[in-house]
């Protein structure tokens, strides 16, 4: 029979840390909210080694007396629950004193304090679980508290540490988390010497997030206030324009503390339904206010989720008041000035939207007369006359599409596309057969006339196949084209890269900032080289030159979406070619975006890159055969 004990004080010490105190973000965590709780009003946090080395947390709170600082390290010691019903009404944010014991218990822990009335200080360490002598000690009134080496007695959670980088990620997030729940404290975060935060307590809430985040995310958002009875919420969300690939960059605070909440989530995508597009997730900084006895905080070891007595109340509170706010705000207008602005905003570097969208237009003429000359090509003729493919070309596409600058074959083989326009210009331009083709506009190499390929509803195109139809996404397909192209390039390391001429920075949240530093070796292969440029911040250099008519900033954000999806780091194959998907993705043409007949032809022509068992990464088919015999089927004749 198994025999039943109690388990030894550093065991149960042990098992609580291995709950509270995941990584080195996790001390941050806990030790900058028991700064909160002692009233601080200024909160420093110094970090080395991304937090794996020593996190430093020094504040001019309360302090803790010499007699109470055994007890501070103790576990289930707090000065922050008197009797049982406190903890059905906690207004502070820790009241399970567990954090420093459960810290003390895995690392080299030190505290140091002094009351506002002691002429000293004090202090007191923990080594592995084993707490010293309490001795007086020279500080400034409040409290430091230093944690070094954590894990050096549990090898396990030591090896789940990832590297600094990534670990100075996670904890420039903790603090992140408790620097937004409270911005009338000033706060500061330090990594090895480096200022990565200055947070003055003297800012209002937009202006720390702007801080914090930038001003691209924080020009984008939308005030959001609603009181109802007791329950207050209040705070920000972004314009649709601006939104993640993931629920990270949605801050809820309640009452200070930051949570987790999936039903306030959902309230949050209902509200931008139909704003976003699947699969994307608006982003959120808001603030709950509702008596301290309506939440039940104690479900969850860090606190990051908690239990709500009415729920439902708060969902559609948020909900109401984010379709108020989007009905009194005009959305469209902004996404269409945006997108204007961002089309008009000069690219550092040789892409010219402008001259592009003349050498387009001026390609778009040369191809009607074409057209024309043939006898209305390859479709019949709409009221304008113009050969309906071309139909309503005064809407030309915002960004000028680059498939045939992709396409070295047409360009290295001019003799034969000589060949093809000389026979079809022959009627208008009138050389003689075999005389060289009058050139088309300087930029393009002369177009070839788009044989036996429509394009349809300006998404699919039509194409005769060895034996059938094919109906093709054109996306999908370009998409493939570029994406192998991009892996033969990147097999024989030739991934054309664009240097900036004034490299750009673009605001990360902290993890994505880290992710991206990390990875600068992989991201460079693909073209796309970075370097840091302080805080969350990080500079594009140069990005792949295939993106051309993607702002850098976009490129980046992209990529850091990949790299920090799923939470896990994958193995680096992997990573690498979900990129080049993301890359072909971004730099593809997209459903919707109008093509001239060379386009579609110089697509068309690599269609064997997509037939039935391609699909594109999002598992849609790329294109659909149907073979002469279906056909013949379907129409009786066989
Ligand atoms: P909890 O925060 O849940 O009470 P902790 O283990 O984090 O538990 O802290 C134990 C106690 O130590 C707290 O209740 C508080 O009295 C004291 N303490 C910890 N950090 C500080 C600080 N920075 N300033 C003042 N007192 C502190
Ligand atoms: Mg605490």
Request: charged share 25%; with cysteine.
């Amino acid at each position: 029979m198994p025999i039943i004990r109690r388990l030894p004080q550093s065991l149960i010490n042990k098992i609580a840390a291995g709950e509270v105190i995941e990584r080195p973000a996790s001390v941050v965590k806990e030790l900058m909210e028991n700064s909160v709780d002692a009233g601080a009003s200024r909160i420093d946090v110094y970090v080395e080694g991304g937090g794996v080395g020593l996190v430093r947390v020094v504040d001019n709170g309360s302090g803790i007396a010499a007699e109470d600082l055994p007890l501070a390290v103790a576990s289930h010691a707090t000065s922050k629950l008197g009797e049982a019903d406190d903890l059905f009404r906690v207004r502070t944010l820790g009241f399970r004193g567990e954090a420093l014991a459960s810290i003390g218990e895995v690392s080299r822990l030190l505290v140091r304090s002094r009351t506002p009335g002691a002429t000293g200080g004090f202090e007191i360490a923990v080594h592995g679980g084993t707490p010293s002598e309490v001795v007086p000690c020279g500080c400034p009134v409040g409290t430091t508290v230093e944690v070094r080496d954590l894990f050096f007695n549990t090898p396990v959670r030591r090896k789940f540490l990832r590297s600094p980088q990534t670990e100075l990620g996670h904890t420039s997030e903790a603090f992140v988390r408790v620097a937004l729940a409270s911005p009338q404290i000033h706060c500061s975060l330090w990594h090895n010497d480096r200022p990565l935060f200055e947070l003055p307590g003297n800012l209002d809430w937009l202006q720390r997030i702007e801080r914090i985040f930038g001003r691209e995310l924080a020009d984008s958002l939308i005030p959001v206030e609603s009181e109802d009875g007791p329950v207050r919420i209040s705070g920000y969300v972004a314009h649709p324009s601006q939104s993640r690939s993931n629920n990270r960059m949605q801050y809820l605070f309640l009452n200070g503390r930051c949570i987790r909440d999936r039903s306030l989530q959902h309230a949050l995508g209902e509200a931008y339904r139909g704003l976003l597009l699947s699969g994307r997730y608006p982003i959120a900084i808001l603030s709950l206010k509702v008596p301290a006895d309506w939440v039940d905080v104690n479900v969850h070891p860090t606190k990051l989720e908690v239990r709500f007595q009415d729920s439902g109340r708060l969902y559609s509170q948020l909900l109401a008041a984010l379709r108020s706010r989007f009905l009194a705000t005009d959305l469209t207008t902004r996404v269409a000035a945006r997108v204007e602005a961002a089309g008009e905003a000069s690219v550092p570097g040789p892409h010219d939207p402008a001259a592009a969208q003349r050498a387009k237009q001026q390609l778009v003429e040369w191809a009607k007369g074409q057209l024309a000359s043939c006898g209305a090509g390859s479709g019949s003729a709409t009221e304008t006359g113009v050969p309906w493919p071309l139909a309503d070309q005064g809407a030309a596409p915002p960004m000028p599409l680059e498939i045939i600058r992709l396409d070295g074959r047409r360009r290295s083989h001019p003799g034969h596309l000589a060949e093809i326009s000389a026979d079809a210009g022959a009627a208008e331009n009138g050389p003689a057969p075999g005389n060289a083709p009058k050139p088309g506009p300087a930029f393009f190499a002369p177009p070839v006339i788009p044989v036996k390929a429509l394009q349809v509803h300006n998404r699919y195109l039509v194409a005769e196949s060895e034996d059938g139809v094919m109906v093709i996404d054109q996306h999908a397909l370009h998409e493939r084209i570029l994406y192998e192209r991009l892996r033969d390039r990147i097999a024989s390391g030739a991934v054309e890269s664009q240097s900036l001429l004034v490299p750009e920075p673009v605001d990360l949240s902290p993890a994505e900032a880290a992710a991206a530093l990390e990875n600068r070796d992989l991201l460079g292969r693909l073209g796309l080289k970075i370097e840091p440029f302080g805080g969350s911040t990080v500079l594009v250099v140069a990005y792949p030159a295939m993106l051309a008519n993607v702002a850098p900033a976009e490129v980046l954000r992209g990529v850091v979406e990949q790299l920090v999806s799923g939470g896990k780091l994958p193995d680096r194959r992997d990573v690498l070619d979900d990129l080049l998907h993301m890359i072909a993705c971004k730099a593809a043409i997209k459903a919707g975006d109008r093509l001239t007949p060379e386009e579609v032809a110089a697509l068309v022509e690599q269609r064997h890159l997509v037939d039935e068992a391609h699909h594109c990464p999002h598992g849609r088919p790329a294109a659909l055969v149907f073979s002469r015999d279906e056909l013949d089927k379907h129409f009786k004749r066989i």
